[in-house]
């Protein structure tokens, strides 16, 4: 049966982000049955540890069975009702306001959607009605930074820096400008930490300066780049950032599709980085995946216009603020905070993750270990290796993640390294399982590699 289903998928399904001649090479898909906590099993009866929460979103873990039971609930009162021409219901109202009350600061009103590519697509458009609100329509360029994922819609791959996602016409639309990302691995290496974030900070004004400040609308960023390879920050980057945005009365977008809902050890990225945002993008964590929904908080300053002007704020989706997915959600943050996950996460997940990786820093392949909360990068260094350094760029981290995978363990490649992001609820013992399994996948390379 596991190998009809397999030629089926091959034969009808288009899937995001594959390579549809290796899928095939490789004879189809791993297919995926049942999830329980951390662990997934699929059509072979392996069980795998997964080492990604699917897309970093399955915060809660899987097997959430009072998840299922609040989505039944729901369906059967009242399947869906849309929330466009002044009509709510009782899901969205409780969720808008539990959120408000879990944002930082400042943040009261929150919008729906179904993604994190609508969410950043729908805070593109916010930020352009506010200033045309203003009179300032000349306001429109958006600064992003290089690795930075923001979705898949025309718009959202255009805030987005990776060059693989502006590979067709028309994209980046215009106006969307990309500086690099504060990645020391990359470019900040021989830099005291202090003065890489200086240096960061100052390619963010010196875009602003280059387009004219009187043109810049909003400045986006992840509060720690996730699937550009959990870049962490420098201690004093955000701050700067912050600041000069101010200095030039830029909005500051923060994307949170990843970092929200305890991934970094708290609630939000922004509290852990102290950033004070004008407007979060959020999807995954908020239903840790049962549900597609996603959502843009916004302060006073950008909404004030938005409320008064005459007229409807002619934007929305059938789905916006989605019955079952906004019944599903706030049960979902109410697991999160009622089983202490983002406290777990700080006091324990985080350091245990760090120590555990941090003790592969010393690998013969590995350049540097990066973790913040319950997400890590383990960056491979090719140049360590006589038998590594001619190899194609990600070779390496492909190999190791594919001889994860047998072992058991889900993780994910990115250029030369490794990422990171296990549901929240997962226990010492089973970080000490990710680290030993990543550990001998990497011995078994290395002599691969040395022979
Ligand atoms: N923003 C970030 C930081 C993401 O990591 C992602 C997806 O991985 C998105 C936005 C897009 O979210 P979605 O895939 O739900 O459209």
Known sequence: AS???RQQDLDHHLHPFTDHRQLAAEGGPRIITHGEGVWLWDTQGRKLLDGMAGLWCVNVGYGRHELGRVAQRQINRLPYYNTFFQTSHEPVIELSAKLTGLLPEGLEHVFFANSGSEANDTALRLVRHYWQALGQPERRVIVSRRHAYHGSTIAAASLGGMSSMHDIP????PDVVHVGAPYAWESGKAMEQEHFAEVAARWVEEAILAAGPERVAAFIGEPVMGAGGVIVPPAGYWQRVQDICRRYDIL??????V????RTGNWFGAQTFDIRPDIVTMAKGLSSGYQPISAVAVGE??????LERPGRFPHGFTYSGHPVAAAVALENLNIIEREGLVEHVHDTVGPALATGLGRLADHALVGEVRTLGAMAAVELNPENMPGTRDLPSGTLATRVRNLCFEHGLV???VRDGLVFAPPLVITTDEIATLVDILSSCLDEVAAQVAE
């Open 301 to 306: 300053r950008v909404v004030a216009p938005l």
């Open 259 to 262: 970092c929200g809902f305890g």
């Open 170 to 173: 028309g994209v980046p639309i």
């Open 252 to 257: 500051l977008i923060c994307d949170e599709v």
């Open 411 to 413: 993780t994910r490649a």
């Open 3 to 5: 190998e009809a289903l």
